[in-house]
């Protein structure tokens, strides 16, 4: 059995600050491992990742018993109720003992005062150089680290291969050929849209904002201040509507559009090139078995060559300071960023494992459906502002609905983005 790690000095357990008003009730199914009274450590997993789950934590457990000599009960939470699940539950406090936890919820629930400082336990484990640096980011609130990086998944550009190559045309490296490959897709292929621009995608934009070196935000004293109306910011979003408003590269139904409607147009045959997530090529394949050999990736591309930046997101592995035994919790941690751990699960649930080393490995297979993804995520991942205002701001859709008010032709570029710039600072408190 392996002899437990306790950083010298410094505990876990810290009293929870409730998110929400306290309530007074009786969770289901949810188990806590403070409740428990024995070596069982609780664990909340998202529903769906992994097509195959429960061989994994099978496996899991039985090392995780055998390096321990405690039980694992993992439960798994389906996405869309997770987020009012883990909020009635800090509420009641009846959070499990480790979790699985959104990257963009992780400074949320620390600044509730739910999750436990792991920053001493990675430090002596040695896992921080390795930590995938934007979920290292993610993961960080005020120093201190409440979330380590588990898997991720990043957007890039897919392209339909056979299109291009019937049309002498390869991946754009640059903002001006991007537009350029476009327009002649545009003019080549009448039945297709070039580069829809979907109106309901806010990480899509991000793209563009960061790649013409804007922000969304900025932290200055501690304090968070709108950075979407600044001139570099508003370059990228110029860019980018300019494309459907200007170019004809996208559709007017696509001003209403979600990634999962782009995935659908795209799996239709009606998309030639679109900015999709990691995750996508399995997906399309395996519905669309007749795409086979069709698709192709590219990292997006910076406005004078390079890459621009795209949103990571994913998942980090959090304690609660609810568990009874820190320790032991940390033990499950560590295990699951284990070498063999991390790459299993993401070679299972086709995303990428949390550590750096692990990423550049897959980079450097060459699948012409992975490694370009691997490499917009290694080089070029980035993440949103770290401070739970900015889950208000994606709560209230205030970029996507900038996007939409400019699609849709209702304000100018520059009028859109002073109004969701005002309106982010007034989620900012100020």
Same mark, same amino acid.
């Given at each position: 059995m392996?002899?437990?790690?306790r950083?010298p000095?410094?505990g876990?357990a810290?009293p929870?600050?409730?998110l929400?008003?306290?309530l007074s009730? %009786?969770l ?8 428990s009274g024995?070596?069982t450590l609780?664990v909340?997993?998202?529903?769906g ?6 061989p994994?934590? +099978?496996?899991?457990?039985?090392? /995780?018993t055998?390096?321990?000599g405690a039980? #694992?009960d ?6 869309p +109720?997770a987020?009012?699940k883990?909020?009635k539950a ?11 936890v ?9 600044d509730a005062?739910?999750?436990a +400082? #792991?920053?001493p336990f990675?430090?002596?484990?040695? #896992?921080?150089?390795d930590?995938v640096p ?5 993961g %960080?609130?005020?120093g201190k680290?409440?979330?380590v990086p ?6 890039a550009?897919?392209y339909r291969?056979?299109? /291009?190559a019937e049309?002498?045309?390869?991946a754009p ?7 350029e ?10 039945g ?6 979907p109106g309901?995608s806010?990480y ?7 790649g013409a ?11 968070? %201040? ?11 979003v110029e860019?980018?509507t ?9 559709a007017?139904?696509?001003t209403?559009w979600?990634?999962?409607d ?7 045959g009606k998309?030639a ?7 996508t090529?399995?997906?399309?394949l395996?519905d669309?078995p007749?795409?086979a ?6 990292p997006l591309p910076?406005p ?7 949103? #990571?997101?994913?998942s980090h592995l959090?304690?609660?300071? %609810?568990?009874?035994?820190?320790e032991l919790a940390?033990e499950?941690?560590?295990l699951?960023?284990?070498e063999d751990?991390a790459?299993?699960?993401a070679?299972q649930?086709?995303y990428?494992?949390?550590?750096t080393?692990l ?10 459906l992975?490694?370009?993804f691997?490499?917009?995520l290694?080089e070029?991942g980035?993440t949103?502002?770290a401070t739970?205002?900015?889950g208000?701001i ?7 609905r900038m ?7 209702k304000?100018?570029v520059?009028?859109?983005?002073r109004?969701a710039?005002?309106d982010?600072?007034?989620?900012f408190?100020?």
């Open positions: 392996k002899q437990r790690l950083p000095g410094r876990l810290a929870l600050t409730a929400v008003t306290a009730l %009786t289901t199914a949810c188990g806590t491992g403070s409740a024995d070596d609780t909340w997993i998202m529903e990742t992994n097509p195959d789950a429960d994994f934590f +099978d496996e899991v457990a039985a090392a /995780f055998e390096r321990t039980r #694992l993992v439960q798994y939470v389906p996405w +109720d987020h009012d883990f909020t800090m509420a009641g406090g009846t959070t499990p003992d480790v979790a699985e959104g990257t963009t919820w992780t400074p949320e629930f620390a005062g739910a999750l +400082d #792991l920053t990675s430090e002596a484990a040695g #896992l921080g150089e930590m934007a979920l290292r980011t993610a %960080t609130y005020d680290l409440y979330g588990w898997y991720a998944g990043v957007r550009l897919l291969a056979d299109v /291009f049309h002498g045309l390869s490296a640059s903002w001006e050929e991007l537009r490959t476009a327009e002649v897709l545009k003019r080549e292929e009448p297709m849209l070039p580069f829809p621009v309901d806010e899509t934009l991000d793209a563009f904002v960061w070196g804007g922000d969304l935000a900025t932290r200055e004293d501690g304090r968070w %201040t709108s950075a979407i109306s600044q001139p570099d910011a508003v370059r990228g860019f980018y300019s494309l459907a408003t200007e170019h004809g590269t996208s007017k139904a696509a209403t979600d990634e999962a782009l995935v659908a147009a795209i799996g239709s998309v090139m679109a900015v999709a997530g990691s995750w090529p399995a997906t399309l395996a669309h007749e795409l050999g069709k698709l192709a990736a590219a910076g004078d060559g390079g890459l621009s930046p795209s949103f #990571l997101g994913g959090s304690v609660f300071n %609810t568990a009874t035994d820190p940390w499950f941690v560590e699951m960023s284990s751990y790459r299993k699960w070679e649930s086709g990428f494992p949390g550590r080393s990423v550049e490995r897959v980079a450097h297979q060459k699948d012409p992975v490694a370009p691997a490499r917009q290694a070029a980035r949103v502002p739970p205002a900015y208000e994606q709560g209230k859709k205030t970029l996507a996007v939409q008010a400019i699609l849709s032709g304000q100018s520059q009028e859109a983005t109004r710039a005002a982010m600072d007034e989620s408190g100020h």
